[in-house]
C-alpha cells in the first residue's frame, strides 16, 4: 500500500505520510525531529520562579486597571 505523498511546510521537501509519524502531517520527519528537540530543551520554571511572575503579573495587571479606570478631578 502506497503512503499519501505531502509536501513539508518548513523546508518544502517531499515525504510520504505513513502512521505513527511524530509531529504534524504537513511537517516531515526531519523537521518534526527538529521541534521536538527544541521542545525539549525549554526551560522549566521553580516555584519560587512562577510566584515572582506572578506577583509581577498582578502588578502590571493593576497598574493598567489603574491607568484605565482612575478617575480625572
Not at 505513527?20 to 527544541?38: I, T, Y
Not at 530543551?41 to 509581577?56: G, I, L, P, V, Y
Amino acid at each position: 500500500m502506497a503512503y499519501p505523498k505531502k509536501i513539508c511546510a518548513i523546508c518544502g521537501d517531499e515525504f510520504e505520510l505513513k502512521p505513527g509519524k511524530p509531529g504534524f502531517a504537513n511537517h516531515c520527519p526531519s523537521c518534526s525531529e527538529e521541534e521536538a528537540e527544541k521542545a525539549e530543551n525549554k526551560r522549566h520554571m521553580d516555584a519560587d520562579e512562577r510566584r515572582t511572575q506572578s506577583e509581577a503579573n498582578e502588578a502590571r495587571r493593576k497598574a493598567m486597571r489603574d491607568l484605565l479606570y482612575r478617575k480625572d478631578s
